[in-house]
């Protein structure tokens, strides 16, 4: 059974930083691309930054320069270093492995407010 757990979710104000951690278990954590995306009310799920099973990670315009996406495959997880938030940043934020298929996790709520 596979699951994904994030967690690192807040309220916090606008220039602060979170991380998010995602744990996964029931998968080959190591063969499997992570990756981040975000979604407000209304719209549609954003991809947000990609850690790949081998290779560079990259980001969306948005926020390239401000978070980081790292993974410790020795602890199953991938995590979202989230720097110079912006409201615009506020958002339900879900980690995705791809391996054979996608799985999702159940998300995180962050909030940027002053």
């Known amino acids: 059974q596979v699951q994904l757990v994030e967690s690192g979710g807040g309220l916090v104000q606008p220039g602060g930083s979170l991380r998010l951690s995602c744990a996964a278990s029931g998968i080959d954590f190591r063969f499997a691309a992570m990756a981040w995306y975000r979604q407000t009310p209304g719209k549609q799920r954003e991809w947000v930054a990609l850690?790949?099973?081998?290779?560079?990670?990259t980001y969306a315009d948005s926020v390239k320069g401000r978070f980081t996406i790292s993974r410790d495959n020795a602890k199953n997880t991938v995590y979202l270093q989230m720097n110079n938030l912006k409201s615009e940043d506020t958002a339900v934020y879900y980690c995705?492995?791809?391996?054979?298929?996608?799985?999702w996790g159940q998300g995180t709520q962050v909030t940027v407010s002053s």
């Open positions: 850690s790949p099973s081998v290779g560079r990670t």
């Open positions: 995705k492995a791809h391996t054979m298929t996608d799985y």
